[in-house]
């Protein structure tokens, strides 16, 4: 099943600085082959469901094993039977749109 996520992963304790941990994510996540598109407060993500999982599996465990004690993730899935248009044509959409009431 194709899906398209929303992923925010937060460590909590030690360093502040997150850059590091979702740069391994980033990594982690490209490497499983799934189409990745990182902004302030998160990254979507689409591809299979069952590649995402093991991905975000990997991502938590990976920043695990460098000592951070706990992460917190959240996600937003969007599933569809009618094939879900991808995250840039979505954005398209809205430009257009914001085109039109702008003039």
């Not at 799934?34 to 990997?58: F, P, R, S």
């Not at 004690?69 to 979505?90: A, C, N, P, W």
């Amino acid at each position: 099943m194709k899906v398209q996520i929303e992923f925010s992963l937060i460590p909590i304790g030690g360093d502040p600085h997150l850059s590091e941990d979702i740069a391994l994510c980033e990594k982690i996540l490209a490497d499983h082959g799934l189409t990745v598109e990182l902004h302030a407060m998160g990254t979507n993500i689409e591809g299979d469901w069952e590649t995402i999982m093991q991905a975000l599996k990997a991502c938590h465990e990976a920043i695990q094993e460098k000592g951070r004690s706990r992460i917190y993730s959240v996600l937003k899935i969007v599933t569809g039977s009618g094939g879900e248009k991808s995250f840039q044509e979505k954005v398209a959409s809205v430009r257009r749109q914001l085109e039109k009431v702008m003039d």
